[in-house]
């Protein structure tokens, strides 16, 4: 089982739609969530982060945390054709000497169609 | 600002040369990340300074070699690399390397081409 998994995608949405992208994660002792959206060619961009259960919002973007499923997802509201990208789900876990380092998932491909 | 730098955007090197990645932060991080991405994968992290102390390698090959000469800077020295070592070369950093709630910032990378 891979620690960190998303849909891959690729997810397509018309303009002005829900987009919805969820990701899963296996290490239970896990306490910070990332979402980082990534332009093809371009670096990682952070979107989002999460640390508590429950909802967290940010302008059209929302994300949801459920530590008991080991759950988080990320709603883009409105969706426009500019958040057309791969997104990034990350998740920090403690490393050796006790230093953080994030966990990524294979990235969901995101399309949105005018 | 959440600004980290890099340099050169772009590096063309034969596997016989010597060349170095630069990465700059002046966001009083004290911690600061090497990532390798290939293509239409996730980002693969490489190593890790914290307090200007390597604490992660994560079995990089000696050919790669990370320097960290104070709070701000982070190179990668490259030495007679493979042509699968061609990929986007990204550094991060982050506030506080013991802190659960720690954010990673990324630069914009070096797209490295090994011939």
């Known amino acids: ?114 | 600002d959440t600004e980290v730098t890099q340099t050169p955007k772009h590096l063309v090197m034969g596997m016989t040369n010597k060349k170095s990645l630069k990465c700059e932060q002046h966001m009083g991080h004290r911690a600061m990340y090497w990532y390798k991405q290939k293509a239409k994968k996730p980002p693969e992290l490489m190593f890790v300074y914290s307090y200007e102390k390597l604490s992660i390698n994560e079995s990089v090959p000696s050919r790669f070699s990370p320097e960290c000469p104070n709070s701000s800077l982070l190179n990668l020295h490259l030495h007679a690399l493979q042509p699968e070592d061609s990929a986007l070369y990204l550094c991060a950093s982050s506030q506080k390397p013991r802190r659960d709630a720690d954010t990673q910032y990324f630069g914009p990378g070096t797209r490295l081409t090994v011939l």
Request: glycine content about 8%; hydrophobic content about 30%; overall charge neutral.
């Open chain 1, 1 to 114: 089982q891979k620690e960190v998994e998303q849909n891959s995608g690729p997810l397509s949405v018309p303009e002005g739609a829900i987009a919805s992208l969820n990701c899963t994660y296996s290490d239970r002792v896990s306490q910070s969530f990332f979402w980082y959206r990534q332009y093809s060619g371009k670096s990682p961009e952070l979107i989002m982060s999460i640390y508590s259960n429950g909802d967290k919002e940010d302008g059209r973007f929302t994300a949801q945390l459920n530590k008991a499923s080991q759950y988080v997802s990320l709603l883009i509201r409105d969706s426009q054709p500019s958040d057309s990208a791969t997104y990034l789900c990350a998740v920090g876990r403690v490393s050796s000497g006790s230093a953080r380092q994030l966990t990524f998932g294979s990235g969901t491909q995101l399309t949105v169609l005018p």
